[in-house]
């Protein structure tokens, strides 16, 4: 393969149809030629995202050309501090994976090859990461796949931390391997996120403390319009990016600010945005809003919905992803940069009202903007709101401040989100107005171009000091010691976990600074949840929750929400946001004030359970409520809403998952459905499925559940059917997706579920595969063979201890004589599904409760010396063994097994005979466990030896799909 740095526009031309500006050029061939800059300082509208193009194609130059020790990440991931509407990195994402998945020939089919030959699945992934959802990881398939990643400070930091919030503490491992190792780091606004800076150098520099450390790249590189003057000089725009046409009138388009003080309370400022939209908004135009807090966003919102006049719509960053897609899809060619404005001449007025969720990533494209008084940084983001494009040329802005928050020049006044750079940036611009009616902020006028003025210092130095004192406050990380790793790495199984800040550093103070960034929980809405909150989890895990349809919340606020003391939304729609509670002791009690209405923390079928007092609810987790509570609406947000809409169909048809029908009569269903919202679990009869297929068929016309009617019809006699845990109603799966041949399923190793497949997979034919596949991993990613062997030797071991016969009982739904004759398993399609099932199975077939095999499978591969004798490092060997299902970081789980019967496994299995009897013991302090953990971590680094048990268990997950 041939792949040439001087082809990179061509690339850039094939994928966007147009060439790239001069810097991009310049940084792919600066990046190609040494390294990544530190540093990238770009003003917004300057197309910052294209950093995207130049990783893809830095990756696959180096592939190409076969670069050993290769430099360039397979991981590509673009950080961002903000609750985003929309993603416009995300859909850029999309279009560079789909250009080189369809490419036909030239430039793109010799990258796609190139990045091919890395060993991923297919040349590119992309992935928007925004919050971790039980078997929702997709994005995570192999280690050795080039991917594309957009995503959050706290969803990326959380991870390399081994605090991955809202996953289970058994997937920390995985995500944190893979993002401390061959993973370049792009933090967007990087002068907003200062402290996550700050901690990706102390984890770039303790990665390599290790006596062998693992040898895959990993870079940080920053960007931002707002310069801190840490580091080395920056990348930035020369001359010939100021000459290029397209580029030059986004930079020159002038916007002219008027400066205004009005009352403080939100109706007063409500009202006076207000009367700035009768100048502003008129027929064809779209007027932004933005405000500092979501109370304010929404009170907006109401006064506009009852005036005339003109269309009112809401963004904030908390509202379900479904929400924010129908709202998009319905206003895009009003709102977004590339639309035709002569297609909306005459039409009624658009006024969107958004917080900062729009200030990085929104491709919004405005004719006029209106905006509360933030910091000059916050301010510069919202500017890039308007005119995006620089086709209007000059466009008007309205700044509003709160008359209590001026203060004076020499004392400013102090606000909750922004600090005292509020007051500070308004009087820098009201000095720099002078006694102008306006004072044009444009990018050429604020920052100046060859030969132009500028309302900011020429000098770098004297630019940064001048605007360092106007930029967001960002408190300084504390410093991250060596012992804080330790902790972190301790991952499972809990008590060992601990999430109090006491025992386990708190990752919101290595991420956003002290006091800032309050970590978040997800809420998700079902109808279908009866009156006792302990048949909440059965029910769920009949149709386990997805991100789309998801809303972010912060913890503290899901709280007092919970408990009813919630008094109005006077937050901000920043992650950074000063937080009084976002490290709050968990053990507080906000509920002695009020009445906790109960949540179901959801962690898979096995590891859900009802949070029943506030203090149950840990940062991360993925909250379910019934639909009764309310709390939201199609606008996201809303504590005043009685009722909420169950989404969870659409939401899963979106995600490609599996099926699922649910029939209950809290939901609309077509009438030739209805009756069986009615089904009582004692009325079964053996014909059921027979009985259904006549009322599937009548309503595969029904617009909101015809689709899934019809998979399940395909789907033929592979349809489950499950009685609602609480008395009536039926759900109907099937392993069939929308837009997707085959039956694949979810895969996940977080629970007792990985036993289950499509169809049934001997014991031997499963580790031979994990095993192939797991060295395949290791070659690709260029490590050692010898590592290589150890961790294919795990992987050949792994899963023996599934031979215990209780097991392969419960495999057969809890039947032994089935077991028995159909032979040693590793999966089985009679694994139940639902959380009821499966603990019946599990008693009949007298497995213990909390059984785990992986423990089995150590003394099983400790009984073959001659076996572990191939090991090149017999420690790793076991502890890949133990840990591949989270467990053993630093203690192995206790098991209430007496009298387990002997095991045996032939030499026709793996190689070898296997053979013990008795309990483990692994869980005792003195079984070794606990001793080769920390020998290993000490061997190959905090994220290194994540790394090597991520490896193991991404194979394990492929081969059991």
């Not at 770039?204 to 895959?216: F, G």
């Not at 107005?433 to 050429?444: E, M, P």
């Amino acid at each position: 393969m041939t792949l040439k740095p001087s082809e990179f526009p061509e690339f850039f031309r094939a994928i966007h149809g147009v060439t790239p500006f001069p810097w991009q050029s310049r940084l792919a061939a600066a990046v190609l030629e040494g390294d990544w800059p530190e540093t990238i300082s770009l003003p917004t509208a300057s197309g910052k995202t294209a950093v995207l193009d130049i990783a893809v194609f830095a990756l696959a130059c180096q592939a190409a050309g076969g670069t050993v020790p290769r430099t360039m990440p397979r991981r590509i991931v673009l950080v961002v501090d903000r609750r985003i509407v929309v993603d416009e990195s995300y859909r850029r994402a999309l279009r560079i994976r789909d250009a080189l998945l369809q490419a036909k020939g030239g430039v793109l089919k010799e990258a796609a090859a190139a990045l091919l030959s890395l060993g991923g699945e297919s040349p590119l992934d992309a992935a928007q990461l925004r919050g971790g959802l039980y078997r929702e990881n997709r994005w995570a398939r192999t280690p050795t796949q080039p991917t594309l990643l957009c995503s959050t400070v706290d969803q990326v930091g959380s991870r390399l931390l081994h605090r991955g919030y809202g996953l289970s503490s058994g997937m920390w491992p995985i995500h944190a391997g893979l993002f401390g190792n061959d993973c370049l780091i792009v933090l967007d606004e990087a002068h907003c996120s200062e402290p996550f800076r700050q901690t990706l150098e102390w984890i770039a520099k303790y990665r390599a403390r290790a006596e062998r450390p693992i040898s895959t790249p990993f870079r940080v590189v920053t960007m931002t319009a707002t310069p801190r003057g840490h580091g080395a000089a920056a990348f930035g725009l020369n001359e010939a990016d100021y000459a290029q046409p397209d580029l030059a009138a986004r930079l020159a388009a002038k916007k002219l600010a008027c400066l205004e003080v009005c009352d403080g309370k939100d109706e007063k400022f409500a009202q006076a945005v207000e009367g700035h939209l009768k100048q502003l908004a008129r027929p064809g135009t779209t007027t932004l809003v933005v405000v500092n807090r979501v109370g304010t966003a929404r009170a907006i919102r109401e006064r506009l919905r009852k005036s005339k006049g003109a269309e009112a719509v809401l963004f904030t960053g908390r509202s379900r992803p479904l929400d924010r897609d129908h709202l998009l899809e319905r206003w895009r060619d009003r709102l977004l940069a590339g639309r035709d404005r002569r297609a909306a001449a005459g039409q009624v007025p658009l006024v969107a009202v958004a917080t900062q969720c729009v200030e990085v990533g929104a491709d919004f494209d405005a004719d006029a903007l209106i905006t509360e008084c933030c910091s000059f940084d916050a301010l510069r983001q919202r500017l890039g709101r308007l005119d995006r494009l620089g086709q209007v040329g000059e466009t008007p802005v309205v700044i509003l401040i709160r008359e209590k928050q001026v203060g004076k020049p020499d004392a400013p006044e102090d606000d909750p989100i922004y600090g005292d750079t509020l007051s500070r940036t308004w009087h820098w611009l009201s000095a720099k107005r002078g006694k102008a009616a306006a004072i044009d902020l444009g990018v050429v006028a604020l920052d100046g171009a060859p030969g132009k003025p500028s309302l900011l210092p020429a000098d770098p130095a004297a630019r940064v000091a001048e605007v360092a004192p106007l930029a967001a406050l960002s408190a300084d990380a504390p410093v991250m010691f060596p012992a804080y790793c330790d902790l972190w790495v301790q991952t499972g199984p809990e008590p060992a976990v601990s999430p109090e800040p006491a025992v386990s550093p708190e990752p919101a103070i290595f991420l956003h600074g002290p006091r800032r960034g309050e970590p978040e929980v997800r809420l998700v809405w079902r109808a279908d949840l009866g009156d006792s909150p302990e048949t909440w989890a059965d029910t769920v895990s009949l149709c386990p929750p997805v991100a789309a349809e998801s809303l972010p919340l912060p913890i503290g606020l899901a709280r007092q929400w919970l408990t009813g003391l919630l008094d109005g939304d006077s937050g901000g729609d920043l992650e950074s946001a000063l937080s009084d509670s976002g490290t709050e002791d968990r053990r507080r009690q906000p509920e002695a004030l009020g009445h906790f209405r109960p949540a179901l923390r959801w962690l898979g079928p096995e590891g859900s359970a009802p949070a029943l007092v506030s203090g149950d609810i840990r940062p991360g987790d993925t909250l379910v409520v019934p639909a009764r509570y309310g709390g939201c609406d199609p606008e996201g947000w809303n504590p005043n809403a009685s009722e909420t809409m169950d989404m969870a169909d659409d939401a899963r048809w979106v995600a490609r998952q599996p099926a699922v029908l649910r029939l209950h009569a809290a939901l609309p269903l077509p009438a030739s459905l209805s009756q069986w919202a009615e089904f009582q679990a004692e009325e079964w009869p053996d014909d059921w499925l027979e009985q259904l297929r006549p009322d599937l068929q009548a309503a595969v016309s029904d617009e909101r559940v015809g689709p899934v009617c019809a998979l399940l019809l395909k789907a033929g006699d592979r349809v489950e059917g499950h009685p609602y845990p609480d008395g009536k109603g039926l759900v109907l799966s099937c392993p069939l997706r929308p837009q997707a041949d085959g039956a694949i399923l979810d895969f996940t190793d977080e629970d007792n579920t990985s036993a289950r497949a499509a169809s049934a997979v001997t014991l031997r034919d499963h580790l031979a595969d994990v095993a192939e596949r797991a060295r395949t991993f290791l070659a690709a990613a260029g490590l050692p063979q010898q590592l290589a062997g150890d961790v294919a030797l795990a992987a050949r071991l792994h899963d023996v201890g599934k031979a215990d016969p209780r097991f392969q009982a419960w495999m057969a739904g809890g039947d032994p004589v089935r077991a028995r004759r159909r032979g040693l398993l590793a999966k089985s399609a009679r694994m139940p599904v639902s959380r009821a099932a499966m603990i019946q199975a599990r008693q009949r077939a007298g497995y213990p409760e909390g059984g785990r095999h992986e423990l089995l499978s150590v003394r099983l591969a400790e009984s073959a010396p001659d076996l572990l004798a191939q090991a090149h490092d017999r420690d790793l060997v076991l502890h890949l063994i133990e840990s591949h299902h989270g467990q053993g970081r630093p203690f192995a789980p206790v098991v209430d097994d007496v009298r387990p019967p002997g095991v045996f496994v032939s030499a026709s299995v793996v190689g070898a005979d296997l053979r013990h009897a008795g309990p483990t013991c692994l869980e005792r302090l003195d079984s070794g466990v606990a001793d080769r953990f920390w020998t290993l971590v000490r061997r190959y680094g905090w994220w290194g030896l994540s790394y090597l048990e991520s490896c193991l268990r991404l194979a394990d997950h492929r081969a059991s799909e």
